[in-house]
């Protein structure tokens, strides 16, 4: 059995190993000259930025790629957790240190509003029922069947999947800032915890569950580790070739086509590129399917990002690792993003410093940073040529204001990338930082399914297919795979 892998996120590179482990002849194709997709690495005079994902959670579903071959993973990686998780700061300079550490958590939620105390226990109960069920359950299983699907609704009913995160976490919290705190896991996967289904909030039990790790030298490294594993366990990689064409016949996958021409001929694909851009791009050829046609047209897509990547010869000691800064208006900074499609002055985002944990990230006595602000996606038409520029000016004011002062004069290397980057770049529609929402009516059956519900031969995982975006979320999808090929 040959099967063609086409992308290297980690949800095709745990999907060309899963393969590999079942004896199939596996060829991994990559448009760009290094792998790993979001998770690629830029590397600029001695500072080591990593493109996208650094909270690693759920690292088991990494050790088990190289469990597979049984290699030991501590020959490859390494990964260690955080004590301090995330530093979450309000727009009034009160700051929440959130962690594993249930004392810490409980003397600091009594400082803000003591009476919320029991309510964040109890959460944590409804959360766990959530994981066992969301999580350890169902994110592994095809959902491509509709009676499995109905067969799980009583369940997801009883789990509150009807309301938002938000709306479950102020059920049990009254406080607003640690609502905010306790709803926030959705951004993580590309939705807005106003309107992401509460069975995300598992996110909050798995994080407990597991802790939050950091993968020494950049995610970037266990990316590295992989490809090695790759290579030692025989997977043709094919880099800098994009897919221009799927090539299939009688409605049966037959091969897939290089932009320069060369055709690759296989059982079966296995798309980790964006599924709504493999549909419309990759498969010209397309076949009616009213249902799905209909389905993938009211899809609703994630938020865009802007990140701005940037080394500092001065070193903030005081920053955390990973800090949240809330805006004071959060949820109109949401409602901007996600329905109203437009930028917002009063910005919310993430501040990323890895040498706080690992100093080889930074040249020595610098500092390595990166900011994610939330945007609207590409569907807002906004000239990120012109726009670019401003939201730059505007986050380096408002971190200087809160946590880096002083930080245009200490930077020495910087670069950004907006939406346009994930269109144009990683083939992502409309430039999402995470492919569809994960609402509930775009998750599981609703989801773009692993197993083609259009094409024979044709597979999925990665962010926009079941469970969804994340690393454990892709690397369960490849775990999927297992189950139906
Ligand atoms: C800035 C940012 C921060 C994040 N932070 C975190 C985090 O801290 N923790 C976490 O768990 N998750 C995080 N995420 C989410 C996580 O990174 C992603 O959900 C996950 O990495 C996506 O993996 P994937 O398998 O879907 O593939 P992707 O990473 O999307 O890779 C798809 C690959 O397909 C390739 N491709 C596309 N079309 C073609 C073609 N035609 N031919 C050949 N190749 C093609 C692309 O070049 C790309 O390499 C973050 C994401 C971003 C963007």
């Known amino acids: 059995m040959n099967s063609v892998v086409i992308g290297s996120g980690f949800g095709g590179i745990a999907a060309a190993l899963r393969l590999k482990a079942k004896k199939h002849d596996v060829t991994l194709i990559e448009k760009h000259k290094d792998l790993g997709g979001r998770a ?24 088990e790629l190289f469990e597979l071959f ?13 004590d301090i998780w995330y530093r979450f700061v309000f727009e009034d300079g009160e700051s929440f240190d959130y962690s594993g550490n249930d004392e810490s958590m409980k003397n600091q939620i009594e400082k803000i509003n003591k009476n919320d105390i029991k309510g964040y226990e109890n959460l944590l109960k409804f ?35 009807y309301k938002s995160v938000y709306s479950l976490v102020s059920s049990y919290i009254k406080n607003e800032k640690l609502r905010r705190i306790l709803s926030m896991h959705p951004l993580l996967v590309g939705g807005n915890p106003f309107t992401t289904t509460s069975i995300y909030g598992l996110i909050l039990y798995l994080e407990k ?16 580790g992989l490809e090695k594993l790759m290579i030692e366990e025989n997977i043709k990689i094919l880099k800098g070739s994009e897919v221009t064409n799927i090539n299939f016949q009688k409605g049966k996958i037959k091969s897939v086509t290089l ?40 899809m609703e897509y994630s938020m865009g990002l802007f990140v701005y990547y940037f080394g500092t010869k001065k070193i ?17 900074h949401l409602d901007d993003i996600f329905e109203n499609k437009k930028l917002n002055e009063d910005i ?59 930080l245009k004069n200490n930077i020495v290397e910087d670069f950004y990338l907006t939406p346009d980057y994930f269109e144009k770049e990683l083939n992502t529609k409309y430039g ?54």
């Open 40 to 63: 690629r690495v830029f590397k600029k005079n001695g500072f080591i930025f990593d493109g996208g994902p650094t909270v690693i959670t759920a690292p088991y579903l990494i050790y």
């Open 70 to 82: 049984n290699k030991r993973p501590e020959d490859y990686i390494k990964i260690q957790p955080l």
């Open 127 to 161: 959360t766990q029922k959530i994981f066992d069920k969301g999580f350890s359950e169902l994110s592994d299983v095809p959902f491509d069947k509709p009676l499995f699907m109905i067969k799980q609704i009583p369940a997801l009913i009883g789990l509150k999947s």
């Open 209 to 224: 569950k597991w802790g939050v790790h950091y993968s020494m030298g950049g995610t970037g490294n266990i990316i590295k």
């Open 259 to 298: 932009k320069n021409q060369e055709e690759i001929l296989s059982n079966n694909v296995i798309c980790n590129a964006d599924p709504p851009a493999v549909y419309e791009e990759l498969l010209n050829n397309k076949r009616k399917n009213f249902i799905f046609n209909w389905k993938k047209k009211r």
């Open 316 to 332: 903030y000691e005081n920053v955390a690792h990973h800090t949240i800064k809330f805006g004071d208006k959060y949820k109109e």
């Open 348 to 406: 919310s985002f993430y501040l990323h410093r890895p040498s706080a944990t690992d100093k080889s990230m930074a040249p020595e006595n610098h500092d390595c940073f990166y900011v994610l602000v939330p945007v609207p996606n590409n569907q807002s038409k906004i000239n990120w040529l012109k726009e670019g520029e401003k939201l730059k000016e505007l986050v380096i004011k408002k971190m200087e204001k809160n946590l880096l002062p002083n």
């Open 432 to 485: 999402s930082g995470f492919s569809i929402q994960p609402k509930f009516t775009q998750s599981a059956y609703f989801r773009f399914h692993n197993k083609s519900e259009v094409y024979d031969g044709l597979y999925f995982v990665g962010a926009g297919t079941h469970p969804g975006a994340g690393i454990p979320g892709v690397l369960s999808s490849a775990k999927v795979l297992d189950k139906i090929l």
